[in-house]
C-alpha cells in the first residue's frame, strides 16, 4: 500500500515556542489530508482536512490560528503547533487520500508525540 | 453525534488463543465500518471493513460482520499469532463526508 512519512516522530518543546510536523505522501500524490490528534486513552479525533493549493477546513472547537495548517504541495502538508502550552501535549497523527480512489482509502501516518513542558 | 466503542485494553493472549475485540456504534444512517491496525512504530493500516448490514469483512485470519440490529462490528481471529501484537482501532465513516470516527484503540499483546 501507499506510504505516509511523519516527522519528526517525536517533539519536545518549552511552552510558548512553536512547533512543526510534517506529513509527506511518499509514493503517490495526495491531494487531500487530515490531521487528526489523540489524547491518552481517547479516540482520534479529526482536527482539519488539508487540501493543497487552498485553505484547510476545520472541525468545529479547533483553533485555525494555533493549528496552522499548509499543504503547500502534493506530497507535503505540514501543521504547526504555534505558542505551544501544555495541554496541547498530544499525538497527532496525518493521513492522505489516494486520488482517483474510494474516499474511504486513507493512509495514516505514523504520528507524532508531542510534549509541552 | 456519531461514535465508537470499543472495549479498553490491554489485552494478553497466548499465541494460538481466540481473539474478540467488542466495537459498538452510534451512527444516523448506514455507516461504513472498519477496523485499522497499528503496529509498533507504524502509521495505521486497513485491515477489514463492511459497508452494509451483513456484511462480513475478513483478512488476515480475521473477521468482523456488521450487525445493525447490536450496532455492533467486533473483530474476532480463531487463533492469534505474536506478529498480531498492535493496537486496534475501529472505526466508522459515512459515505458522505470525509470524517472517521475512531474507537479508543485496543492494544492487544500475544506472548509465545
Known amino acids: 500500500g501507499a506510504v505516509v512519512s511523519q516527522h519528526p516522530s517525536r517533539v519536545i518543546c518549552k511552552s510558548g515556542t512553536s512547533v512543526k510536523i510534517e506529513c509527506r505522501s511518499l509514493d503517490f500524490q495526495a491531494t487531500t489530508m487530515f490531521w487528526y490528534r489523540q489524547f491518552p486513552k481517547q479516540s482520534l479525533m479529526l482536527m482539519a482536512t488539508?487540501?493543497?493549493?487552498?485553505?484547510?477546513?476545520?472541525e468545529q472547537g479547533v483553533e485555525k490560528d494555533k493549528f496552522l495548517i499548509n499543504h503547500a504541495s502534493l506530497t507535503l502538508s505540514t501543521l504547526t503547533v504555534t505558542s505551544a502550552h501544555p495541554e496541547d501535549s498530544s499525538f497527532y497523527i496525518c493521513?492522505?487520500?489516494?486520488?482517483?480512489?474510494?474516499?474511504?482509502?486513507?493512509?495514516f501516518g505514523p504520528g507524532t508525540r508531542l510534549l509541552v513542558l | 453525534g456519531d461514535s465508537v466503542t470499543q472495549m479498553e485494553g490491554p489485552v494478553t493472549l497466548s499465541e494460538e488463543a481466540f481473539l474478540t475485540i467488542n466495537c459498538t456504534y452510534t451512527a444516523t444512517g448506514y455507516p461504513s465500518l472498519f477496523w485499522y491496525v497499528q503496529y509498533p512504530g507504524e502509521g495505521l493500516q486497513l485491515l477489514l471493513k463492511a459497508t452494509k448490514a451483513d456484511d462480513k469483512g475478513s483478512n488476515k485470519g480475521f473477521e468482523a460482520t456488521y450487525r445493525k440490529e447490536t450496532t455492533s462490528f467486533h473483530l474476532e481471529k480463531g487463533s492469534v499469532q505474536v506478529s498480531d501484537s498492535a493496537v486496534y482501532f475501529c472505526?466508522?465513516?459515512?459515505?458522505?463526508?470525509?470524517?472517521?470516527?475512531f474507537g479508543t484503540g485496543t492494544s492487544l499483546t500475544v506472548i509465545p
Open positions: 472505526a466508522l465513516r459515512h459515505i458522505t463526508g470525509n470524517q472517521f470516527y
Open positions: 493521513s492522505a487520500r489516494v486520488p482517483g480512489r474510494s474516499q474511504e482509502t486513507q493512509y
Open positions: 488539508s487540501n493543497e493549493g487552498s485553505k484547510a477546513t476545520y
